[in-house]
């Protein structure tokens, strides 16, 4: 195999489940070593979010990301002040002060997310890193790994979604059978069709059914708008979203293509750039 990953750049890695993604991601943070061959130019700052974030711990969230930003160089006091801003993008659930061990999946993949970027990152990589997230969170996550980017870190991660790999990557790798390829010819930077569906409650004052919007297939970004919900949908899914929706008792406040091809970037008080 042969990948090289650049100052800038944003990747995926596709592949099958045991095709060896997570393999590849270790590797690439230092965390695992190459059976044959060798891996250059690791940058010394790498941020890294494991598939599954394992706690059992009685620490507190915040008193985890404080000790993990003193390890990383920060001092107490910066490193705690970090972890509340970071936690505060997140909207962690169940409060900094909460024991690890009493968040759920997604709030524990948000303190996995918070340690990862204590110290900026010349290398952030993330291993499925939408799994478990709420809707609030996925735009902020988005948020993150284009700042990165901006700065001039690169960002690797996988995603099971081929539309969301072909939102956020702007360059991808393919594994398979042992071997890592570069994957589709889209130009960097380039984004699919995309259409933007804003679903609300129907006058009638019926309530409708909440649905995991985030699961659906096409689906690369969900964010809350007040009382709206907004889905960033790739176009050629846009007419299975609608039903479903309509199927939930949503009523549908409009449905637009975007001619930008922007990525939706919303947090919990709805706020897009």
Do not use: C
Not at 221 to 232: I, K, N, P, Q, S
């Amino acid at each position: 195999m042969d990948m090289e990953v650049a100052a800038g750049d944003v990747l995926a890695v596709v592949g099958g489940n045991g095709s060896g993604k997570s393999t590849l991601l270790r590797i690439l943070a230092g965390l695992s070593h190459p059976t044959t061959g060798s891996v250059s130019g690791r940058p010394p700052r790498i941020g890294y979010v494991p598939d599954r974030f394992t706690v059992h711990d009685r620490i507190s969230a915040i008193s985890y990301l404080t000790h993990m930003g003193r390890i990383r160089g920060l001092s107490a006091s910066a490193a705690r002040a970090r972890g509340h801003h970071l936690l505060e993008r997140l909207s962690l659930v169940g409060g900094r002060n909460a024991p690890l061990r009493t968040l759920s999946k997604g709030n524990a993949q948000k303190v996995a997310l918070a340690q990862a970027l204590l110290v900026q990152p010349d290398l952030l990589v993330l291993d499925e890193p939408w799994s478990g997230l709420d809707a609030s969170a996925h735009g902020v996550l988005a948020e993150f790994i284009d700042e990165v980017a901006a700065r001039g870190g690169a960002v690797v991660f996988t995603d099971h979604r081929e539309a969301v790999t072909e939102t956020h990557a702007r360059g991808a790798y393919a594994i398979s059978d042992g071997r890592v390829t570069p994957h589709g010819g889209r130009r960097a930077g380039s984004r699919p069709a995309t259409a933007e569906l804003v679903l609300t409650v129907p006058p009638t004052g019926v309530t409708p059914v909440e649905v995991d919007w985030s699961v659906l297939p096409g689906v690369t970004d969900t964010a809350r708008r007040g009382g709206e919900v907004v889905l960033r949908v790739a176009r050629e899914h846009s007419d299975a979203v609608l039903l479903t929706a309509l199927r939930h008792r949503w009523s549908v406040a409009s449905l637009a293509r975007v001619a930008d091809e922007r990525v939706l970037r919303g947090d919990a008080r709805g706020t897009t750039r």
